[in-house]
């Protein structure tokens, strides 16, 4: 495990607005070696052997639920897993109610995604002993998403100071997007943003090393690496473009649009993909991509948050 004199001051993980550049080097010195324990025919450690993990999930997730369940069981930890759509919470439960129960039973650390924002701050509010860790509550934040985004650019990239990454899509609304610029900032990464003026949240343009563009081709120009947001279809207002075909027309990343980045740009998506809408086929599966890294990148930096967390700041 990591050695280093810096330690993850903080007992729960929420967002990324207040990590230092220090704890984010941390958390992916720890998924490096972390990674490695994927990569192993026995994928079991037991630096959370006798700890006990729950996740709680009030919305629908494939990568992000079963990566936090396989960091913890790589880890050695007891995990269990509770949907909405199966527990209590169909009969009318609280958010409150659900969170002493699983406090009761003992849990160390409740991962939990939910559709408010705030919902993980206002759980560590309900319980005492649990570690909360955000694993995305509405438009805000998605801290383990950035965390990934992160330790894929260094790995294909070799270092985040002065890299060009544009961000594409439904920024206004999209928690993945504000944890990317948190953490990108934080790195000296210069973030361009683009899309649609209605998904655009224009006061960003006022930050150091964020750019705001009406063109989706200026944002990419000369850039080392592109994250296409997920048109969040499930969420959406509706006149926030006027058509899907006329968004993929001038918001979608194809090969066209790719030839203005740098010839060895990095393509990054969180997940899953509204393939012909924000991405094309050819880009989400062509030789830029590192979509299917990043899963597996996901699963590496959750267990060296889960690790950091629960062993009191340090992965020994």
């Known amino acids: 495990m990591a050695k280093n004199k810096v330690s993850l001051r903080r007992k729960h993980i929420l967002g990324l607005e207040d990590f230092s550049r220090e704890e984010i080097e941390l958390v992916l010195e720890t998924a490096k070696e972390m990674k490695s324990i994927i990569h192993r025919d026995i994928k079991k450690v037991p630096a959370l052997r006798g700890k006990s993990i729950v996740t709680v999930f009030y919305e629908p997730s494939t990568r992000t639920r079963s990566s936090f369940e396989t960091a913890g069981k790589y880890l050695g930890a007891d995990v269990v897993n509770i949907t909405a759509g199966t527990s209590s919470i169909v009969k009318g439960e609280s958010l409150r109610d659900t969170l002493l129960t699983v406090e009761a039973m003992g849990f160390d650390a409740i991962v939990m995604r939910h559709k408010q924002e705030g919902a993980a701050e206002y759980a560590t509010k309900v319980v005492k002993h649990p570690v909360i860790v955000n694993a995305g509550d509405g438009a805000h934040a998605h801290p383990s998403q950035g965390l990934l985004n992160l330790f894929t650019l260094l790995q294909y990239k070799g270092r985040l100071e002065g890299l060009k990454v544009a961000i594409l899509g439904d920024i206004l609304h999209s928690r993945v997007a504000r944890s990317d610029i948190w953490g990108m900032r934080r790195m000296g990464i210069e973030v361009h943003l683009a899309g649609p003026g209605t998904m655009l949240p224009r006061f960003l343009a006022e930050e150091p090393g964020i750019f705001v563009h009406e063109r989706v081709e200026d944002a990419i120009r000369d ?32 090969n066209a649009r790719l030839a203005l980045a740098k ?54």
């Open 263 to 316: 010839k060895d740009v990095l393509i990054l998506h969180p997940g899953p993909m509204n393939k012909g809408l924000e991405i094309s086929p050819e880009v989400a599966y062509g030789d830029h991509s590192a979509i299917q890294e990043q899963v597996q990148n996901g699963v590496a930096v959750r267990m060296a948050l889960l690790a950091l967390v629960l062993m009191g700041g340090k992965a020994q």
């Open 223 to 254: 850039a080392d690496a592109i994250n296409v947001l997920r048109i969040q279809l499930e969420r959406q207002k509706a006149g926030l473009f006027p058509s899907k075909r006329e968004y993929a027309r001038l918001y979608g990343i194809n």
